[in-house]
């Protein structure tokens, strides 16, 4: 548990400095993703759900974080790549899965806490058609852990997976690929407001330097995927 996961022995041979999609796929990637948040921002979210709950919201937001997906998938396979290949940490043993498992938990719980203490501090608060996009039956609870765990794949392997290894190559920089993620995954999340957008940029960074050290995504998709898993139920349980 000491020691990062080996990457997969069968990557592709590919040089140290290679981009894994040319310039014009990850623009559009980012337009795509900012494009979005900016929509947020213009937006009421509570307005998106309408009469029907705020399940279209969510099942918009799924279609949207596997459609970009895809088309990064597209892109590494025209570059001789698999997802896999940039997921990395293979799970061969059952051990491997409860090592990923208990970082993961772990990373979570640190981060969260360091986090709710910075917003605390600066008192930083979700604006209220955030808060209002929370699941409030069980059925919105059942969907919202879908988009959880949607979200924890897809935003992993776009942010901490394809675009930080597209930066990193783009400014010759491991540094610069985790920073230039990191803003672009607070910029992502424009519906947050400003103040928060910068906490979720340091979200984002701390999760770079996670998928850096394991040579893997695999922790922090799990991770992601349960802080916003609890960020539901603790919503769900509270207002009840």
């Known amino acids: 548990m000491n020691s990062p996961a080996a990457p997969p ?19 559009i990637v980012l337009f795509v993703m900012l494009g979005v948040s900016l929509l947020g921002t213009r937006a009421n979210l509570r307005g998106i759900s ?6 279209p919201g969510y099942l918009l937001a799924i279609i949207i974080e596997w459609a ?13 790549m698999r997802l896999s290949d940039l997921i990395g940490g293979r799970w061969t043993r059952r051990m491997d ?20 203490g910075l917003g605390a501090l600066f008192k930083l ?31 992993e392997v776009i942010f901490r997976g394809y675009l930080q290894r597209q930066f990193s190559t783009f ?14 995954f607070g910029l992502g999340h424009g519906y947050q407001g400003w103040k928060l957008m910068t906490l979720i940029a340091l979200y984002g960074a701390c999760f770079g330097v996670l998928a850096h050290w394991r040579h893997s995504l695999r922790p922090g998709i799990i991770a992601h995927a349960l802080q916003d898993i609890a960020a539901g139920v603790l919503a ?5």
């Open 236 to 240: 769900r349980f509270l207002t009840h």
């Open 97 to 116: 899965i409860l090592r990923d498992l208990v970082i993961g938990v772990a990373f979570m719980l640190i981060l969260s806490g360091a986090l709710q």
């Open 125 to 155: 608060v979700s604006p209220h058609d955030v808060l209002a996009m929370l699941p409030r039956t069980w059925f919105e609870m059942i969907v919202w852990v879908l988009l959880s765990m949607s979200g924890g794949f897809c935003e």
């Open 171 to 184: 400014t010759h920089s491991l540094t610069g690929g985790i920073v230039i993620q990191a803003i672009s």
């Open 68 to 80: 970009t997906l895809a088309f990064i998938w597209w892109g590494l396979k025209r570059r001789g």
């Open 9 to 27: 022995a069968n990557l592709p041979k590919r040089p140290a400095d290679s981009s894994i999609a040319p310039p014009w796929h990850t623009a």
């Open 50 to 55: 309408g009469p029907h709950g705020r399940l």
